[in-house]
């Protein structure tokens, strides 16, 4: 694992999945976590397995999505001051039920208010702050999903493309302020997205070994990337077929979503979770 230079960190997303695998590879000794979900227990969890490796922990328990929650949170952890790397790691997955035809519309308006308008949010918000600051990182967490959209989770590959289009315009942006934006588009990671994805899930990969290569991205000062390289150069190949048979491949890998109840609001708090 590279030894990169940030000490004060923001990761939103931090309780589960790729999120939590990027806090639990960054934590250590002189390393400050600002930990943002909106699901507080697995966060707390994963916030004592950092302090356990000696890091200095910070949780909030929000709901990015609503406004004004990413900058009040920024401020409330930072106190003043910006992060050195801001790791934008939110997102739900939802899609066509199975035996639907068509993504409820709740589900939809939930996956861009989350994945895009929250995301968005709080990558302004960490942008305004480091550009003052002059220095920092930000990592969107993109998919795959927005060089392949999904037929089956429209909506969500919309989210997604969003995002990657957005992290070309902020880079541009942000271009001689001395802040980087990495943009990250990962395929199939064993997270609870993939638990509500009902099919198969070729290439799939666990969480820490995609937090592996987003360091490693980090440490050598990427814009972009995108893994695993197969799934990538299949997607390539796919896009020289005709429209047909393309449809055709893509057909034995349609699947289904089973949709999750939206999480109840989170219980606003303080800066209780630090040690």
């Known amino acids: 694992m590279p030894d990169l230079p940030y000490r004060r960190i923001a990761i939103a ?8 695998a990027l806090a639990l590879a960054l934590a250590g000794p ?25 890091a200095q922990v910070r949780c909030h328990s929000c ?8 900058a009040a949170w920024l401020d409330e952890m930072g106190e003043g001051r910006a992060p050195d790397l801001l790791i934008v790691a939110v997102g739900i997955f939802g899609g066509r039920p199975d035996g639907a ?12 208010a989350v994945n895009l308008t929250g995301a968005l949010a709080l990558a302004e918000a960490g942008a305004l702050r480091m550009r003052c600051a002059g220095r920092g990182q930000i990592v969107l967490l993109g998919s795959l999903a ?23 315009a902020l880079r541009a942006d942000l271009a001689g302020s001395g802040v980087g934006v990495l943009l990250v588009e990962p395929g199939h990671v064993e997270t ?25 991205a980090l440490d050598r000062g990427r814009s972009s990337m995108a893994f695993p390289r197969r799934a990538v150069l299949a997607l390539w190949l796919l896009d020289l077929l005709p429209a047909a048979w393309r449809a055709a491949v893509l057909a034995r890998h349609r699947f289904s979503v089973h949709n999750l109840a939206p999480p109840a609001p989170p219980v606003a708090r303080g800066p209780g979770g630090e040690d």
């Open 192 to 216: 609870r997205q993939t638990a509500q994805h009902q099919g198969a899930l070729p290439l799939l990969m666990s969480p820490p070994a995609a937090a592996e290569r987003i360091l490693r």
């Open 101 to 112: 035809v068509v993504t409820p519309e709740a589900v939809m308006r939930q996956v861009i």
């Open 63 to 70: 709901d990015l999505s609503q406004p004004g929650a990413a």
């Open 30 to 54: 002189g390393r400050e976590l600002w930990l943002c979900a909106r699901d507080g227990p697995p966060l707390e969890e994963t916030a004592r397995a950092c302090r356990d490796k000696g």
């Open 146 to 168: 927005a060089r392949d959209p999904l037929p089956d989770a429209p909506a969500y590959s919309a989210s997604k493309a969003g995002l990657a289009c957005y992290a070309r």
């Open 13 to 20: 997303g931090g309780s589960r999945g790729i999120g939590a």
